[in-house]
Protein backbone atom coordinates (compact mmCIF):
# COMPACT_ATOMS: atom_id res chain seq x y z
CA UNK A 1 0.00 0.00 0.00
CA UNK A 2 1.17 3.45 -0.51
CA UNK A 3 2.72 5.84 2.17
CA UNK A 4 -0.46 7.24 4.22
CA UNK A 5 0.16 9.98 6.83
CA UNK A 6 -1.60 9.89 9.97
CA UNK A 7 -1.04 13.89 11.25
CA UNK A 8 -3.20 16.28 13.49
CA UNK A 9 -5.46 18.48 11.22
CA UNK A 10 -4.12 22.16 10.54
CA UNK A 11 -6.23 25.44 9.41
CA UNK A 12 -4.63 25.20 5.81
CA UNK A 13 -6.69 21.85 5.88
CA UNK A 14 -10.03 23.64 6.63
CA UNK A 15 -11.57 23.89 3.30
CA UNK A 16 -11.09 19.97 2.31
CA UNK A 17 -12.11 19.47 6.22
CA UNK A 18 -16.08 21.11 5.33
CA UNK A 19 -15.72 18.66 1.97
CA UNK A 20 -15.62 15.92 4.28
CA UNK A 21 -18.39 17.29 6.90
CA UNK A 22 -20.54 17.11 3.95
CA UNK A 23 -19.41 13.54 2.72
CA UNK A 24 -20.49 12.23 6.58
CA UNK A 25 -23.82 14.32 6.48
CA UNK A 26 -24.46 12.74 3.18
CA UNK A 27 -23.47 9.22 4.33
CA UNK A 28 -25.83 9.59 7.13
CA UNK A 29 -29.12 11.06 5.76
CA UNK A 30 -30.15 7.75 4.37
CA UNK A 31 -29.93 6.91 8.39
CA UNK A 32 -31.86 9.86 10.34
CA UNK A 33 -34.63 11.53 8.32
CA UNK A 34 -34.78 14.14 10.66
CA UNK A 35 -31.64 15.62 9.58
CA UNK A 36 -31.68 19.13 7.65
CA UNK A 37 -30.42 20.40 4.75
CA UNK A 38 -27.83 22.79 3.91
CA UNK A 39 -26.38 21.78 7.69
CA UNK A 40 -23.22 21.73 9.38
CA UNK A 41 -22.07 18.86 12.67
CA UNK A 42 -19.06 20.64 13.30
CA UNK A 43 -16.91 23.68 14.38
CA UNK A 44 -13.93 22.65 12.72
CA UNK A 45 -12.07 25.65 13.50
CA UNK A 46 -12.62 25.25 16.55
CA UNK A 47 -11.42 21.83 16.95
CA UNK A 48 -8.45 22.16 15.33
CA UNK A 49 -7.07 24.15 17.66
CA UNK A 50 -9.01 22.88 21.11
CA UNK A 51 -6.95 21.54 23.96
CA UNK A 52 -9.56 18.90 24.68
CA UNK A 53 -9.61 17.60 20.84
CA UNK A 54 -7.68 15.71 18.53
CA UNK A 55 -8.66 16.00 15.16
CA UNK A 56 -6.79 14.15 13.01
CA UNK A 57 -6.63 13.54 8.93
CA UNK A 58 -4.97 10.90 6.74
CA UNK A 59 -2.51 12.02 4.13
CA UNK A 60 -1.35 10.23 1.08
CA UNK A 61 0.61 12.50 -1.51
CA UNK A 62 -0.01 15.40 -0.31
CA UNK A 63 -3.94 14.74 -0.38
CA UNK A 64 -6.00 14.47 2.31
CA UNK A 65 -7.81 11.35 2.14
CA UNK A 66 -10.13 10.80 5.92
CA UNK A 67 -10.00 12.36 8.98
CA UNK A 68 -11.70 11.62 12.74
CA UNK A 69 -11.19 13.58 15.94
CA UNK A 70 -11.50 12.46 19.86
CA UNK A 71 -13.39 14.51 22.03
CA UNK A 72 -12.46 14.16 25.97
CA UNK A 73 -15.65 14.54 27.82
CA UNK A 74 -16.83 14.13 31.48
CA UNK A 75 -18.60 11.06 32.24
CA UNK A 76 -22.08 10.57 33.86
CA UNK A 77 -21.53 10.93 37.56
CA UNK A 78 -22.70 7.38 38.15
CA UNK A 79 -19.69 5.87 36.11
CA UNK A 80 -16.98 4.44 37.36
CA UNK A 81 -14.40 6.77 34.60
CA UNK A 82 -14.43 10.25 35.19
CA UNK A 83 -13.94 11.17 31.44
CA UNK A 84 -13.71 9.28 28.22
CA UNK A 85 -12.78 10.37 24.50
CA UNK A 86 -15.54 10.30 22.40
CA UNK A 87 -14.67 9.60 18.29
CA UNK A 88 -16.13 11.31 15.47
CA UNK A 89 -15.91 12.76 12.05
CA UNK A 90 -14.53 9.56 10.67
CA UNK A 91 -14.26 10.28 7.17
CA UNK A 92 -12.28 8.31 4.01
CA UNK A 93 -13.12 9.80 0.68
CA UNK A 94 -14.58 6.59 -1.20
CA UNK A 95 -11.72 5.40 -3.80
CA UNK A 96 -9.63 4.76 -0.47
CA UNK A 97 -12.13 2.89 1.87
CA UNK A 98 -11.81 -0.56 2.62
CA UNK A 99 -7.53 -0.17 2.60
CA UNK A 100 -7.24 -0.27 6.40
CA UNK A 101 -7.03 4.02 7.01
CA UNK A 102 -9.68 4.42 8.94
CA UNK A 103 -8.28 1.86 11.57
CA UNK A 104 -4.81 4.12 11.43
CA UNK A 105 -7.24 6.73 12.26
CA UNK A 106 -8.85 5.66 15.11
CA UNK A 107 -5.39 3.42 16.41
CA UNK A 108 -3.69 7.06 15.91
CA UNK A 109 -6.86 8.80 18.30
CA UNK A 110 -6.63 5.68 20.62
CA UNK A 111 -3.62 6.05 21.09
CA UNK A 112 -3.71 10.41 21.88
CA UNK A 113 -6.81 9.59 24.35
CA UNK A 114 -4.48 7.32 26.28
CA UNK A 115 -1.86 9.62 26.34
CA UNK A 116 -4.52 11.68 28.17
CA UNK A 117 -4.84 9.22 30.69
CA UNK A 118 -8.48 8.84 29.44
CA UNK A 119 -9.27 4.64 29.74
CA UNK A 120 -11.85 4.17 27.02
CA UNK A 121 -13.34 5.62 23.93
CA UNK A 122 -17.27 5.88 22.89
CA UNK A 123 -19.22 6.49 19.14
CA UNK A 124 -22.24 6.93 17.85
CA UNK A 125 -23.19 5.13 14.96
CA UNK A 126 -26.67 4.42 13.41
CA UNK A 127 -28.41 0.51 14.16
CA UNK A 128 -28.67 0.49 10.40
CA UNK A 129 -25.34 1.08 9.48
CA UNK A 130 -24.00 -2.37 8.97
CA UNK A 131 -20.56 -1.46 7.14
CA UNK A 132 -19.62 1.37 9.87
CA UNK A 133 -20.76 -0.85 11.76
CA UNK A 134 -18.62 -3.32 11.21
CA UNK A 135 -15.62 -0.77 10.30
CA UNK A 136 -15.55 -0.08 14.43
CA UNK A 137 -15.98 -3.68 15.65
CA UNK A 138 -12.71 -4.97 13.60
CA UNK A 139 -10.94 -1.49 15.43
CA UNK A 140 -12.32 -3.50 18.91
CA UNK A 141 -15.63 -1.58 19.84
CA UNK A 142 -18.89 -3.39 20.56
CA UNK A 143 -22.32 -2.35 20.70
CA UNK A 144 -23.10 -1.15 23.73
CA UNK A 145 -26.32 0.87 23.75
CA UNK A 146 -29.15 1.77 21.70
CA UNK A 147 -30.92 5.27 21.49
CA UNK A 148 -34.19 5.31 20.46
CA UNK A 149 -36.20 8.07 18.97
CA UNK A 150 -40.19 8.38 18.54
CA UNK A 151 -41.49 11.39 15.97
CA UNK A 152 -45.15 12.62 17.10
CA UNK A 153 -46.33 14.45 13.38
Known amino acids: MEQVTIR ?3 LKDLDTLLVFEQGVISAER ?3 PTLKTNT ?3 DIEKMITADHIELLVAELDN ?6 YARIEE ?3 YLQHTQ ?7 YVVPQHRGKGINKMIMDALAAWSASQNITGLRLDVYHANESAIKAYEKTGFAKHMIAMRKGLK
Do not use: N, Q, T, V
Open 8 to 10: KAE
Open 30 to 32: PFD
Open 40 to 42: HYY
Open 63 to 68: KLIGSG
Open 75 to 77: AKP
Open 84 to 90: HAYLGFM
